[in-house]
Each structure stands twice: as C-alpha cells, then as structure tokens.
C-alpha cells in the first residue's frame, strides 16, 4: 500500500507564502499523477492542482500565478508552492496520488492526512 505524510501548513498573514510537502511510502509500482486538494469548512472538497509523472500541470483559475505545484519522482514527493495567500485559501489541504501497488494491477488513489492552512487578513 501506498501512505501519504503532508507537511508545511500553518497560519500566515494575507499576501504571505506557505510550502506543503507531501511523502509517498510503502510499497507500489509506480505512482502516476499526484495532486493537492482542499476543503474549506462547510464547502465541498476542490482539486487545488495536479501534475503528471511527466510534469505536466493543470490548476483551478483560483490559484493560477499564485500556486505552483511540483513533484520530485526520485524522492517521491509532490510540493505546493503558495504565493500571495488570500483569506479565501483558508481550508485543510490533502495530498492525493494515484498508485498502483505490487499486489494490484489497477492503480488506486491514496489520500494523506491534511494539514491546515490558515490565511488570516
């Protein structure tokens, strides 16, 4: 199975900047697209960014020029770069990979724990 440990949320004043990690461990062949999620209190869960294995990125128009997602596959680790936070990013932010362990042929997604990202005004 595949675990996914976040790191790097906090409390920062508006227009500040915050850099999440997240680790993927365990035991998997190969992870495929990873991404960043969150959930703002009372709102649904929202995909925030996503990269391919290649390095390919797609993000909401919320957060395009602000945010910058990367991965690095040799430690298999996939960053969220965030700039000029604003109030509204306020939310728990989860890190998702799409893995396929050893003992499966389709790949799964894992989630990680969340981490809690405050933008005060």
């Known amino acids: 199975q595949v675990q996914l440990v976040e790191s790097g949320g906090g409390l920062v004043q508006a227009g500040g900047s915050l850099r999440l990690s997240c680790a993927a461990s365990g035991s998997f062949f190969r992870i495929n697209a990873m991404g960043w999620y969150r959930q703002a209190p009372e709102k649904q869960r929202e995909l925030v960014a996503t990269?391919?294995?290649?390095?390919?990125?797609n993000y909401i128009n919320s957060v395009k020029g602000r945010f910058t997602i990367s991965r690095d596959n040799a430690k298999n680790t996939v960053y969220l770069q965030m700039n000029s936070l604003k109030p509204e990013d306020t939310a728990v932010y989860y890190c998702n990979a799409n893995a396929r362990p050893y003992d499966r042929i389709i790949p799964l997604d894992y989630w990680g724990q969340g981490t809690q990202v405050t933008v005060s005004s």
């Open positions: 990269i391919t294995s290649g390095g390919s990125t």
